[in-house]
């Protein structure tokens, strides 16, 4: 278990509290006070008396019920029996006793061992050990170089500019010019979009017709 150092002891020290008492102290002193209560009692007063009278209940005598009294069954009595008895009879048995056996005992013999002279112990020598010491060492660390980025350039566009361009307009057998249309220089196939009753021409001269009404052309050049 974590205990934090230095260990946090609490302690608990009662301080006197001084309570503030109104003087003079104001008592509180409850007087029981004797109250009569009017209660009506009739004139003269009615007594009730209970007064027991012997009542006479008809009750059924009993009747008589025979019962069936126990008689007696001639029971078999037991008779004698001859059982037979387990009698012990000692039977001789003839048990083989044990008898000694000589048994060779070792004896000790002087077996000759050769002990060299002088006798060679071996003892363990503390010897030093060069253990591995942490060096400082400086590595070379390669720092950030600047490399020249290529951004985009802007570069102008040409864009589309719309230029008016006089459309003529086929009302029945008869080539009327009515009102200007727009040629986009974008290259394509014109688009005729009449303001009649919205009838379309298709043109890839860069002229609209409509079969009903007046419109208006719009052509794309190449």
Do not use: N
Not at 50 to 74: E, F, G, N, S, T
Not at 99 to 122: A, L, M, N
Not at 167 to 188: D, F, K, L, R, T
Not at 214 to 219: I, Q, S
Request: hydrophobic share 35%; no cysteine.
């Amino acid at each position: 278990v974590p205990v934090p150092q230095p260990y946090e002891v609490v302690k608990h020290v009662q301080v006197p509290v001084k309570v503030l008492v109104p003087q003079p102290y104001e008592v509180i002193k409850h007087v029981q006070v004797p109250v009569k209560v009017q209660v009506p009692v009739p004139q003269p007063y009615e007594v009730i008396k209970h007064v027991q009278v012997p009542v006479h209940v008809p009750v059924d005598r009993p009747v008589p019920v025979a019962v069936p009294k126990p008689y007696p069954v001639p029971v078999e009595k037991p008779y004698p029996v001859v059982v037979e008895k387990q009698v012990k009879v000692e039977v001789p048995v003839r048990v083989d006793r044990p008898y000694p056996v000589p048994v060779d005992r070792p004896y000790p013999v002087k077996v000759p061992v050769d002990v060299p002279q002088p006798y060679t112990v071996e003892k363990h020598v503390p010897y030093t050990v060069d253990r591995p010491v942490p060096v400082p060492v400086k590595v070379a660390i390669d720092r950030p170089y600047p490399v020249h980025v290529t951004r985009p350039v802007p570069v102008h566009v040409e864009r589309p500019v719309a230029v008016p361009v006089p459309v003529p307009v086929v009302a029945g057998h008869s080539v009327v010019e009515h009102g200007p249309a727009i040629a986009i220089s974008a290259g394509g196939s014109g688009y005729g979009h009449d303001g009649g009753y919205g009838g379309h021409g298709f043109s890839s001269s860069g002229y609209s017709y409509s079969s009903i009404g007046h419109g208006h052309g719009y052509a794309h050049k190449k």
